[in-house]
């Protein structure tokens, strides 16, 4: 059986100029979510705006240092 510490969200970590609010004719932005420490969990993100005004494109990258 493996035991892992409890989920730590304190540990989680967003940078970029994506994480601005406001209004935007045509807004391109980019942020990071760094959750290492944080231990096991789901990472949900929101991204609010009018329907069909908002286009998200993602990328998942896991930098797991072993």
């Known amino acids: ?3 892992t510490a409890p989920p730590n ?3 989680v970590k967003v ?3 994506g994480i601005k609010s406001g209004l935007l004719a045509t807004y ?3 942020f990071v979510v760094d959750t ?3 231990g096991p969990g789901q990472l949900t993100v929101k991204v609010r705006g009018r329907k069909g005004t ?3 494109r993602y ?3 896991n930098n797991k240092e072993d």
């Open 54 to 56: 908002v286009f998200c």
């Open 59 to 61: 990328k998942f990258i």
């Open 1 to 3: 059986m493996k035991v």
């Open 28 to 30: 391109h932005s980019t």
């Open 15 to 17: 940078s970029g100029d």
């Open 9 to 11: 969200p304190n540990m």
């Open 36 to 38: 290492r420490g944080a």
